[in-house]
């Protein structure tokens, strides 16, 4: 007895060990990338006609969904950083080879057979989320291509999957979500990990940055910078209307742009430029797609036309345009077991981040098999009956001066002036019979209406407060709400 309790400890004991090391193992990995992700400090306004008009359009949307989905997603592990060979980097199995590791990742593309992949599931879980706009991992670090490029035989189309009529994926989600009204991002990585002129086999592959001096072998680097134009140029001119391209990988730039701020970051960029021609790329893209948004992460100038910080609120509000990309569970892409936040805690993110401005990018990845995790579509279904009924204070929605008191956050309809006060409630706890928030007062005796029930309710003033009576209808639901949205006239 003594014997099976003590294995039983020590059960535990690697139990309750395994579980801390993937705590900590996902917090570095989050540090790590979160310190080359960072919003830019500068931020340059389109001169472009169309692009202007596109950006107005897209900051009307607030709500996205962003799905990692590639070769990491058949082991269920942190998409491409394994391969990277940095500090901060612990893999699995220790006694592995550096170079073993390389060839086991790469080799994941014979095990990659989505069989039930069905996008039009995907497009219509956003949809009922509410959300607006997708951005798709056409390829990331690792060089792994999600769509049917003749660049490379290194993708989803070339391997088990490659009879499968939907084998070139990224036409197919694309197509879903543009048939449920999305405007359509397509993510690229501009560092690519597998291809020869990034990674040269010649060399050790010591961090995340090109692994030979750029200034010695120019020829090579050019090499890269054309495969790379063939790519985005693929995606811009075969498959479809496409709205926003959203580059990943800010520590490839040019030189110019890299001051102390980008080297306080923890990316450690070279002192030589990786600058792969944006603007040749920024033409070709117009070119194929008038107006298109060009998203060059983190590298501040023409080609950044919105900031992306990522998996953070910004501390305060901001007048120029912004997205906050955070991940629906810890990962980005698909980890089994993976923590979700609740439903309630992305509704008080999307409030908060459109009343400083932003949109929000909901990070979304689905299973090797093609599916999506049955607990993101249960949280999506329930943002979606929130955002299905206030979606009027969220959508097409614009910042307000007085933009926040405590819980109680503030959005404004630029046409018709209609002010909305959005009152985040505490999770778990019973409706309050009475709200109450200061500044952004209605006009005297106008009408207020909730939202949610579409009824007028009953307010006064209070201490210089406005009091805010919660229906009794309301008050007896079972289904409590994450957030209460209330629509007035201001005073002002």
């Known amino acids: 007895m003594k014997k099976f309790i003590t294995r039983i400890a020590s059960a535990l004991r690697l139990k309750l060990c395994s579980t801390f090391f993937s705590f900590l193992l996902i917090s570095s990995f989050s540090q790590a990338q979160q310190g080359v992700h960072q919003q830019s400090t500068e931020y340059e306004w389109p001169t472009d006609a169309a692009v202007k008009a596109k950006l107005y359009q897209w900051q009307n949307q607030k709500f996205g969904m962003i799905i990692h989905w590639g070769l990491y997603a058949v082991p269920g592990i942190i998409e491409s950083w394994n391969l990277c060979n940095e500090d901060w980097i612990n893999r699995p199995d220790s006694n592995q080879s550096y170079e073993d590791y390389k060839k086991w ?140 391209l959203w580059m990943d990988g800010g520590w490839v730039r040019p030189l110019e742009t890299v001051n102390d701020e980008v080297r306080s970051w923890g990316a450690d960029i070279p002192k030589w430029s990786q600058d792969i021609d944006m603007p040749k790329i920024a033409a070709m893209a117009r070119k194929a797609q008038p107006g298109i948004l060009m998203v060059d992460r983190t590298v501040h100038g023409p080609y950044e036309n919105y900031q992306t910080p990522e998996q953070r609120i910004p501390a305060t509000q901001l007048n120029h345009p912004w997205e906050s ?18 439903s309630s805690r992305v509704i008080h993110s999307l409030i908060e981040v459109v009343a400083k401005g932003g949109s929000l990018l909901l990070g979304i990845g689905p299973k090797p098999d093609g599916t999506l995790p049955a607990e993101a579509v249960q949280r999506m279904e329930e943002i979606g009956s929130w955002t299905g009924k206030n979606g009027a204070a ?15 956050w503030f959005t404004q309809n630029p046409k018709d002036g209609t002010r909305y006060a959005l009152v985040c409630l505490k999770e778990g706890e019973a ?12 006009k005297t005796k106008s009408t207020m209406k909730l939202l949610q029930t579409g009824e007028n309710v009953k307010w006064f003033m209070e201490n210089s407060a406005v009091v805010v009576v919660v229906p009794k209808s309301l008050l007896k639901s079972k289904s409590v709400s994450a957030a209460l949205a209330f629509a007035f006239t201001p005073a002002e």
């Not at 060089?143 to 391997?159: A, H, L, V």
């Not at 993510?187 to 750029?214: G, L, Q, V």
């Not at 969220?394 to 109680?408: A, E, V």
């Not at 409706?431 to 209605?442: G, H, I, Q």
């Open 105 to 244: 990742y790469w080799g994941l593309k014979k095990d990659f057979n989505p069989v039930k992949f069905d996008p039009e599931s995907w497009a219509k879980a956003g949809k009922d989320a509410g959300m607006k706009y997708l951005v798709f991992t056409t390829k990331h670090h690792d060089g792994f291509c999600m769509f049917d490029t003749k660049e490379t035989d290194f993708k989803i189309s070339n391997g088990p999957f490659a009879g499968n009529p939907k084998a070139d994926v990224a036409k197919y989600v694309f197509d879903a979500f543009r048939k449920q009204d999305f405007m359509i991002g397509a993510y690229f990585s501009k560092p690519d990990w597998h291809n020869e002129n990034y990674w040269w086999p010649k060399n050790a592959t010591a961090n995340r940055n090109n692994n030979y001096d750029i200034r010695q072998y120019p020829w090579r680097w050019n090499k890269f910078k054309d495969y790379t134009y063939n790519q985005i140029s693929e995606l811009l001119h075969s498959y479809g209307s496409v709205d926003i």
């Open 325 to 342: 990309c955070m991940t629906l569970a810890n990962n980005w892409g698909f980890v089994a077991n993976d923590q979700f936040k609740s």
């Open 394 to 408: 969220i959508y097409n929605t614009r910042i307000t001066k007085n933009y926040n008191d405590g819980n109680t």
């Open 431 to 442: 409706l309050p019979k009475l709200v109450s928030w200061k500044m952004n007062a209605p």
